[in-house]
């Protein structure tokens, strides 16, 4: 019996659900993933197909991830390859678009090759692994991103008093002057953070992880939305997520994590965040390795 992945339950709910949801998913026989666009920083959206630039770019690789990723596919080929082409699209229809305010994403998948099952990642989505015996870990590209995030969090809102003060995030010059300067940073050799967008270069610096299965196991593969239940809120530890998204399924974790946004926490004074809700994608898988 060859490895396979078997896709057991999967969610995706925007944060605001008057605005678009900026994440995308998608699987084939040999992969499952969540690609997480990175909220535009922007003066003006420049890609009008999806309701943001966010939406434009992890649509784009969604859709190239599932056509081109087989289990004998290099990612890191494709990944240039698909970032080369959104490049070429958006710069062409777009000329003098300002660094902090070009589209990218984070993304985890789960790539199924011939000598075994992988983790392969840029940013901040992770996925959560529950081995047959109960082991479990966590696995994602950037560990420490979570605790910078929330320590970036935790200072904007000293300076505003709340999550929604002032316009939120965006709207506080000097919160928008930060993350600007951040993101123009990224996808390159000054900052480190390599994510999925118009910077082909990013490729080169994928993360890739085997993941050595002991029997059949079972993962979440999702956007730093969901996975804030466990590194956040820490309402769970990864093999207890796990564990819960079997017998309960995804749906009701969601619910769980919108109550501590809107209702536990909305002003982020006790876990502290830019948004009060994200966008939020998870995908349960089950896997089985070749016998």
Known sequence: MTSRIT???TISDPGNPTKPNDDSFGYNDACAFVIDGATGL??????DETGSDAAWIARHFARGFEKEITSDSSVADVARSLSLAARTEFLGRNESVPRFAWPLSAFAMLHQRPDGFHFVGLGDSCLFLL?????????????????????QARKHIARTGGITREGGALGNSETLGLLRQHREQQN?????????GLVPEAADHLVSEPLPIRGKAHAIICSDGFSDLAVLYATYDPASLVRTARTKGLRPMLDELR?????????????????????????????????
């Open 7 to 9: 896709i057991l339950d």
């Open 42 to 47: 922007g003066d003006r959206q420049y890609m």
């Open 131 to 151: 081995q047959e015996d109960g082991a479990a870990a966590m696995h994602m590209a950037i560990p420490g991103a979570y605790q910078h995030e929330q320590n």
């Open 188 to 196: 390159s050799p000054a900052s480190g953070v390599w994510t999925l």
């Open 259 to 291: 109550r501590f946004e809107r209702e536990i926490d909305p002003e982020g004074l006790r876990y502290p965040r830019y948004k009060q809700s994200d966008d939020t994608t998870a995908l349960l898988v089950e896997l089985t390795p070749s016998a």
